[in-house]
């Protein structure tokens, strides 16, 4: 079985290990950690792991964080303050094993569709997989960033921040993908190097951008004038992704 099999729990498990919303006035001890897992019930819908809040009827994945960078080169959007703080747009502390979980119970599937196959010693050979229709799709999200600003929300596609340097063009609105990442040694990869949601592929990060339309050589880059201030407090929002209709 693979290790990441080992927590792929049905939502009525979840909710039989859900805890009762503490009353009102009382305090809930802070999650220390990805091995101190608390599952509270918010209401008939939701769901809180740690920092991570999950819809069940609407599938959406919610964690708190802040902007990080507004310029220069992007290779990661979402990372732990351990993470590559020097080329990443948001840094949260939203716990990677949380949020992967979270996207498990609601039933998105990961898709080792964009990497190929490593050998005994861990290294890459031949290529990617063939992966099902059913899973390609499951595995699709959009990510969005909400922050409120002069008491006013704002709620954008996460691909607004990102654009091409050599023609300042917007990435493309096409989907992200939920690709799982692994373990090693008994830990969940993303928890030791701190990369949840990367630009430039990387396995180990949960989740990937698939799209084609790379920039050559320069790489994405903040689209400065498009995001708001270094610090600003965020949501990152990830819902399934929706595919626009054809014209």
Request: proline residues 12%; aromatic residues 8%.
């Amino acid at each position: 079985m693979h290790l990441r099999s080992l927590i792929f729990l049905p939502l009525w498990i979840a909710s039989s290990l859900a805890e009762e919303v503490p009353p009102q006035g009382t305090e809930t001890p802070p999650a220390i950690g990805p091995a101190k897992l608390s599952v509270v019930k918010l209401d008939a819908d939701r769901l809180q792991i740690g920092e991570v809040v999950l819809d069940k009827k609407s599938r959406e994945v919610r964690f708190p964080a802040k902007v990080n960078m507004r310029e220069g080169l992007i290779e990661y959007v979402v990372v732990l303050p351990k993470g590559k703080l020097h080329e990443a747009l948001i840094e949260t502390n939203a716990f990677p094993t949380h949020i992967n979980l979270a996207l498990t119970l609601l039933r998105y599937l990961p898709s080792p569709e964009l990497f190929p196959a490593v050998n005994e010693q861990g290294l890459p050979f031949g290529l990617p997989p063939q992966v099902p229709d059913a899973v390609k799709t499951s595995a699709r999200i959009t990510i969005e960033a909400e922050w409120i600003d002069d008491g006013k929300t704002y709620r954008v596609p996460i691909n607004d921040w990102l654009k091409n340097p050599a023609t300042d063009t917007v990435l493309n609105p096409g989907p992200w993908l939920y690709t799982g990442s692994d373990f090693s040694e008994g830990q969940y990869v993303p928890e030791m190097t701190g990369d949840i949601v990367a630009i430039m592929l990387d396995s180990y990060a949960v989740i990937n951008y698939p799209g084609s339309d790379n920039p050559d050589q320069a790489g994405w880059h903040a689209f400065t004038d498009r995001i708001p201030p270094t610090g600003t407090p965020i949501s990152v929002i990830i819902t399934p992704h929706s595919p626009a209709p054809k014209k």
